[in-house]
């Protein structure tokens, strides 16, 4: 699955930062508004740069999730070992 996230710029300053704009423009805006309203205090605007993630498996089902079961595939000649490892 491909990892799909939109660019977007974070204002930075002493309290916590998690509100996500989606231009630059716009947290520009915000760390202006921030700023009048805290006079001396600095805002910083951040923009997430790279996404980075780990997978480990994939899984690709096919059919509706509730026809998939752990039980034998109707018409499959693969056998069904006890642990599900075939050796």
Known sequence: ???????????HGAGPTNHR?????GAIR??????????GQA?????AVEAIRTV???RLTFG?????SSGPVPGSRARRFPDDIPF
């Open 43 to 47: 805002f910083v605007v951040l923009e």
């Open 1 to 11: 699955m491909a990892l799909h996230i939109e660019p977007y710029w974070l204002v």
């Open 30 to 39: 915000e760390a202006e508004r921030l700023a009048r309203e805290n006079r």
């Open 21 to 25: 704009h989606p231009t630059k423009s």
């Open 64 to 68: 509706e999730p509730s026809e998939v």
């Open 56 to 58: 480990e498996f994939e």
